[in-house]
Nanobody, 129 residues
Framework: QVQLVESGGGLVQAGGSLRLSCAASGRTFSTVAMGWFRQAPGKDREFVGGIYRTDTTYYGDSVKGRFTISGDNAKNTVYLQMNSLKPEDTAVYYC???????????????????????WGQGTQVTVSS
C-alpha cells in the first residue's frame, strides 16, 4: 500500500554532511509517523530519529545535536540531515512509515522498529576517517 524509497547515501569524510531522502508513494493518507533506522554489520538495528505530525521529532542518543529530521508534505518526502558525521555512523539507513494509531504517539512507539508498517530498501552511508 505504501512504498518508500531512500536516496542520498554515499561516501563522505568524517566531519562532513549528508542528506538522506525518503520518498513515499501509494496510500500515504493514513501515515502519521516516519522513522529512520540504521544497521551496521554485526549490530542490531538502531533507532536514529523519527517525526510525528510534521512537527514533533525524536532522536536517538548517538545522533542528538548532529542529525535533523524534516519533512515536505507536498512531496511526501522526509529528510535526514546528517552533520558532523563520524565513522561509527557508517551503516545502511532505512526509512519506515507507520499508519495512524488510536493512541498517543510516544518515544517508545516511534523508536521501536516493530511498530512500523512499511520499510524502504535502505541506502548505504559510509564515513571514512
Amino acid at each position: 500500500q505504501v512504498q518508500l524509497v531512500e536516496s542520498g547515501g554515499g561516501l563522505v569524510q568524517a566531519g562532513g554532511s549528508l542528506r538522506l531522502s525518503c520518498a513515499a508513494s501509494g496510500r500515504t493518507f493514513s501515515t502519521v509517523a516516519m522513522g529512520w533506522f540504521r544497521q551496521a554489520p554485526g549490530k542490531d538495528r538502531e533507532f536514529v530519529g523519527g517525526i510525528y505530525r510534521t512537527d514533533t521529532t525524536y532522536y536517538g542518543d548517538s545522533v542528538k545535536g548532529r542529525f535533523t529530521i524534516s519533512g515536505d508534505n507536498a512531496k511526501n518526502t522526509v529528510y535526514l540531515q546528517m552533520n558532523s558525521l563520524k565513522p561509527e555512523d557508517t551503516a545502511v539507513y532505512y526509512c519506515a512509515a507507520a499508519n495512524r494509531r488510536s493512541y498517543t504517539i510516544s518515544y517508545s512507539f516511534i523508536s521501536s522498529a516493530h511498530e512500523y508498517d512499511y520499510w524502504g530498501q535502505g541506502t548505504q552511508v559510509t564515513v571514512s576517517s
